[in-house]
């Protein structure tokens, strides 16, 4: 079989795909279910179409976009990724994973591959947290993480309801029906940028990822009392944004007290009413991220969180609440999935580098119902979420190249 890449359609797609955004360039903004987001679905469903795969939506939005094997009664080898993005964000992430899968898939039509089981292309709802509050909203659903009547409470800050939402943007039937019955998968595989340092460090072209860590998030609502920045004097005050500082740093070195270099702790989200400069503080909401490979030690970052949270609220007398909103297990790769990227990267003659991925993926809820494992590229600097999020294209290439010759090893 005769395997080549297209990297110069495959890296103006990406571009292309980058200017469908609510951000000024060089920023991506596309959040789910907005007009952007529909219209970067609609051009990625065309691209499907256009090499001749067979396109369904699901209820949440979830794209697949089939090429049929021999055997269609045969589970299916799954690759994909999210082309949501967080505001202000990069033009690589999860995109690499959604273009190269398909440009993987044109490789294999384009070398002669035929494969027994067919190969879907499957392009995630909602990867970031950013609308709802709650990461891989779409792979939740998919494998029964996230169960429907759940998925039904969710809010976004404007209050409207997921039902409502999904709705509005004009994705019918019941969430029930999301869920992918057992077997469905027999593997799927999913590109990725790194979003972090260490293959650029190593001077290592590709990383093949045997587990993901787990992730815990949470809101955090802090109530004090409010009043004139020059009437209440110091003892009387109970200021819940001096509360939320402290707070803040008491999580940052619980994460960096833990033993392990593993454990990281993120406060993302600081919201400060009423927000006045000559006005105490009355309420401040925060989210915390905190998430580790070992799930006993990210637990024992939030035990220490929710004690210190006891204390500042009893010494600056001010009201804590804690509302969970996830704490997922870890996952671990597939060996069979392993193996095929790995002799996928030795048959190209491509070093790589076992290793975990510390940010968590779609994937990590896949693993739950189907063998998976991951393939990472380089980004620069180790950036992401950020406008100057970078991939080359000798490595997006790369990464494609190998994508394509583990999903025909898989598929065959």
């Known amino acids: 079989m005769n395997l080549e890449i297209d990297r110069d359609r495959l890296c103006s797609e990406i571009e292309v795909l980058a200017a469908i955004s609510d951000g000024e360039p060089p920023a991506v903004t596309r959040i789910v279910f907005t007009p952007t987001d529909l219209k970067a679905r609609a051009w990625l469903r065309a691209r499907c179409e256009d090499s001749g795969l067979t396109v369904r939506q699901d209820a949440i939005g979830n794209t697949f976009a089939r090429w049929n094997g021999s055997d269609p009664a045969a589970p299916a080898v799954g690759t994909g990724s999210h082309i949501d993005a967080i505001p202000n964000a990069g033009k690589y992430d999860g995109v690499v994973g959604v273009l190269g899968g398909l440009e993987a898939i044109r490789a294999l039509r384009r070398g002669g591959f035929r494969p027994t089981n067919s190969i879907e292309l499957l392009v995630f709802t909602s990867e970031e947290p950013t609308r709802f509050g709650i990461g891989c909203l779409g792979s939740r659903l998919l494998s029964g993480s996230l169960s429907a009547e759940a998925a ?17 943007a004009g994705f019918r039937g019941d969430l029930d029906e999301v869920k ?3 077997g469905y998968y027999q593997a799927f595989v999913e590109l990725h940028i790194e979003q972090g340092p260490i293959l650029e460090r190593q001077q290592t072209p590709l990383g093949v990822v045997t587990s993901i860590a787990a992730p815990a998030s949470m809101r955090i609502a802090i109530e004090g009392a409010g009043g004139h920045a020059g009437g209440v004097l110091m003892p009387d005050r109970h200021d819940a944004l001096c509360a939320a500082a402290e707070l803040i740093l008491a999580i940052e070195n619980a994460a960096r007290s833990s033993g392990a270099v ?10 400060v009413f009423p927000g006045a400069i000559n006005s105490i503080p009355s309420r401040v909401r925060l989210s915390a991220d905190i998430r580790d490979t070992n799930p006993e030690r990210r637990d024992g970052v939030i035990r220490a969180m929710e004690n210190t949270c006891n204390a500042i609220s009893a010494n600056r007398r001010v009201a804590i609440h804690i509302e969970p909103l996830n704490a997922d297990a870890p996952a671990e790769s597939a060996p069979s999935v392993v193996e095929a990227l790995s002799n996928a990267c030795r048959k190209h003659q491509q070093a790589f580098l076992p290793m975990i991925s510390r940010a968590y993926h779609d994937s990590l809820f896949m693993s739950l119902i189907a063998p998976v494992a991951m393939l990472f590229i380089p980004c620069r600097n180790g950036y992401s979420h950020r406008p100057d999020e970078y991939a080359s294209p000798e490595d997006i290439a790369r990464g494609t190249l190998v994508l394509a010759d583990a999903l025909a090893t898989l598929s065959a």
Do not use: Q, W
Request: proline share 3%; net charge negative; aromatic share 0%.
């Open 152 to 168: 039904k409470r969710l809010k976004d800050g404007d209050g409207e309801s997921i039902e409502d939402v999904r709705r509005k």
């Open 180 to 182: 992918l019955p057992g």
């Open 262 to 271: 593993d454990t990281v702790a993120t406060v993302g989200i600081c919201e």
